[in-house]
């Protein structure tokens, strides 16, 4: 179970110090991702944002998504970004401190889940707005302990060539999504006429 005592930032830190794992703090930084580990030389290098959703969200402040509240994670549309700049190996992990789990999304998983963007006006210096994202945590990988999220990063690390190779079909299995089939049945004279035009 999470120990709700210590900030996210500093349950990760002390995560990789008991474990005996060297990793790269950057959470001060608003150009990097917080935490990266791994070998670089083996392509095994893997960098994450740590985020938590820390208190329910006043559903009227965001009407246009339809997931439940208990379900309900608000990101930035620039964190977002900043993960996908350190893909392949690269994702997000949340704390959420309503049920007492972590949740873990890969770089693929935040590229293709079903969300709803929002820009929220902010008024600071200038008026401006900001990029959210309104997503469901149940497209995400749900688990009681933080070790269970690094040994479901060592499977995506492990999965990666099949994801972004092999798999021909819609990759990810998201709450709420139907995916139909389309098109007409794709025969091996197709492919050669594509070989053709393209080549």
């Not at 005996?20 to 990266?36: E, G, P, T, V, W």
């Not at 083996?42 to 994450?48: D, G, M, P």
């Not at 339809?66 to 949340?94: Q, T, W």
């Amino acid at each position: 179970m999470m120990n709700k005592l210590l900030p996210f930032e500093q349950e990760i830190k002390a995560y990789f110090i008991l474990h005996k794992i060297a990793f790269q703090d950057n959470s001060d930084s608003f150009r990097k991702l917080d935490f990266s580990f791994g070998d670089k030389a083996a392509k095994r290098h893997f960098s994450f944002d740590v985020k938590e959703k820390r208190q329910p969200y006043t559903k009227a402040n965001w009407p246009d998504t339809k997931i439940p509240e208990p379900h309900l994670f608000i990101m930035d549309d620039l964190a977002a970004r900043k993960i996908l700049a350190y893909s392949p190996n690269s994702g997000l992990v949340v704390r959420d401190n309503m049920s007492g789990c972590y949740v873990f999304f890969s770089v693929v998983d935040l590229f293709l889940m079903p969300k709803k963007r929002v820009n929220r006006e902010i008024r600071k210096h200038v008026q401006g707005m900001k990029g959210k994202w309104m997503t469901d945590l149940r497209h995400g990988r749900r688990f009681e302990k933080l070790a269970d999220v690094f040994k479901e990063i060592e499977i995506y690390l492990n999965s990666r060539e099949d994801i972004f190779v092999r798999i021909l079909e819609c990759y990810g299995d998201y709450t709420g999504e139907e995916i139909p089939k389309g098109g007409i049945t794709r025969r091996p004279e197709h492919w050669s006429t594509d070989v053709k035009e393209t080549r």
